[in-house]
């Protein structure tokens, strides 16, 4: 009996990711994640799925991320009823992820069908609704780490700790073939080991079939103590600056290493003069999830038996009012806000406020994809527009790159060299160029079987 799987999405590529594993007369789907990078990738996420939905006799899901999850909601549209396999936190998250994404393509209909009206072309119609994105959140079934669970027959799934964001797993999936055992291992995307909050990712020692991720194949990640200095030199530059901080950030992820960075170092950095607002009703939601879940990892990021941040002068600021009041604040304040690339959000009314004041600091944290206002202001902008006015960029941008949340080349090294059986690696969730330096060093150096995963390819397990 066959033990398969083909790749669906993120081959040679990052977003997208969907896989087709068949055990037997089973047929399970492992990630289910939204193709992103501009209209037209975006585009094909309405193209018909590639594996008929009666036939799906489970989905697992390795984590949070809209690249992981996002076609989910679809899967259920399209009458998809049968169990989606994650971990407890993950299904958490997915609770304020997937509806949010719902929301997102309804407006992106709604813009699209303004144009085509005028026009007088047919409509279209959202990829899913935040109700329909809602409504599959009742398929859901969230498993802890370590806890093998049978999800076909003879195919048993667990998850382990990838170490990435809160809910993050690595995905081993064990198939007995009428007593010959095959066991598939997807890292999912594995977390790095110098950041601050989550754990390191968990090593396995055995696998029949590997795939792994590639996103930073390319890259060495600084030293973090590097990246602690330049942050610390933020603060102390604009504490004498006496204006504001903003930081755009990710709801996920990076909000709560930010805030876990300024507990630990709040005296170093000499914090206590500032205000500091989490402005995103999302993220607060989001970091509740890591309160819930903080025996996930290893950090105290919470005071004892409290949902509060271990930070003091910090403030969630979920109301529109709330949020309004920080406009007044001409000093002294920091705040993290969304969308983590400034396309959205309110992060928009802080910069209108605060981005054409010398005094004032812009701090990026994250990745700013082409073609995004943060990617703008990364670039240099002299202007940006926002709300219909031209605002003059005087304030100072600084950019720290070093808070990743995946695994450096040596990171990915490291947890394949775990296997003590040197099993085939396929390469998923990478570009190109990240993905050959990372192909010859596994070959070179470990004599790993290493292929770069293809679109469409099968593989025997
Ligand atoms: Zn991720
Ligand atoms: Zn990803």
Redesign the pocket.
């Known amino acids: 009996m066959a033990f398969e799987l083909t790749f669906h999405g993120?081959a040679e590529q990052?977003?997208g990711?969907l896989y087709v594993l068949r055990a037997g007369a089973s047929t399970v789907v492992v990630e289910c994640?939204l193709i992103q990078g501009g209209r037209e990738a975006e585009a094909r996420n309405a193209d018909p799925l590639p594996v008929a939905v009666d036939s799906i006799d489970a989905v697992v899901l390795s984590?949070a991320?809209i690249?992981?999850t996002g076609r989910l909601p679809l899967l259920f549209k399209q009458g998809y009823d049968g169990p989606v396999y994650v971990q407890r936190a993950t299904r958490a998250l997915c609770e304020i992820m997937l509806p949010d994404s719902g929301y997102l393509n309804e407006k992106d209909a709604e813009w699209e069908n303004r144009k085509r009206e005028a026009k007088g072309q047919p409509l279209v119609e959202p990829l899913y609704t935040r109700e329909e994105a809602e409504q599959s959140l009742a398929l859901f079934e969230g498993l802890g780490y370590g806890e093998p669970t049978t999800i076909a027959p003879g195919l048993t799934l667990t998850f382990h700790d990838a170490g990435?964001i809160l809910g993050s797993a690595i995905v081993e999936l064990r198939y007995d073939d009428e007593g010959r055992e095959r066991t598939l291992v997807f890292s999912?995307?594995l977390g790095y080991h110098e950041s601050p909050v989550m754990n390191d990712p968990a090593t396995l020692q055995h696998a029949d079939a590997v795939l792994m991720?590639s996103?930073y194949g390319d890259r060495q990640h600084r030293p973090y103590a590097e990246t602690l200095e330049e942050l610390g030199d933020v603060f102390e530059t604009a504490r004498a600056a006496q204006g504001n901080i903003m930081i755009p950030a990710f709801t996920v992820g990076r909000t709560q290493d930010l805030l876990y960075l300024m507990a630990k170092h709040h005296d170093e950095w000499r914090l206590d003069k500032w205000h500091i607002f989490l402005d995103s009703p999302m993220g607060i939601e989001a970091t509740d999830a890591y309160a819930r879940f903080r025996h996930l990892y290893g950090v105290q990021l919470f005071e004892t038996d409290s949902r509060q941040p271990d930070l003091p002068n910090f403030h969630a600021t979920r109301t529109t009012e709330e949020s309004m009041t920080i406009n007044e604040i001409r000093s002294g304040a920091i705040i993290i806000a969304g969308s983590g690339m400034c396309s959205g959000g309110r992060i928009h009314h802080h910069l209108r406020n605060n981005i054409w004041r010398p005094e004032c600091h812009l701090v990026i944290v994250g990745y700013q994809a082409q073609g995004t206002l943060g990617r703008r202001l990364v670039d240099g902008a002299d202007e940006i527009r926002l709300f219909g006015d031209t605002y003059k960029v005087r304030a100072r941008i600084h950019t720290i790159g070093g808070l990743s949340a995946?695994a450096d080349q040596q990171g990915l090294i490291d947890w394949y060299a775990a296997f003590d059986n040197r099993p085939p690696v396929y390469l998923v969730?990478g570009e190109a160029r990240a993905q050959v330096p990372l192909l010859e060093r596994l070959r070179s150096e470990l004599s790993a079987p290493a292929s770069i995963a293809r679109y469409g390819q099968t593989i025997a397990i």
Request: glycine share 12%; no cysteine; charged share 20%.
């Open positions: 993120a990052v977003t990711s994640g984590h991320h690249d992981h990435h999912g995307d991720e996103t995946h969730h």
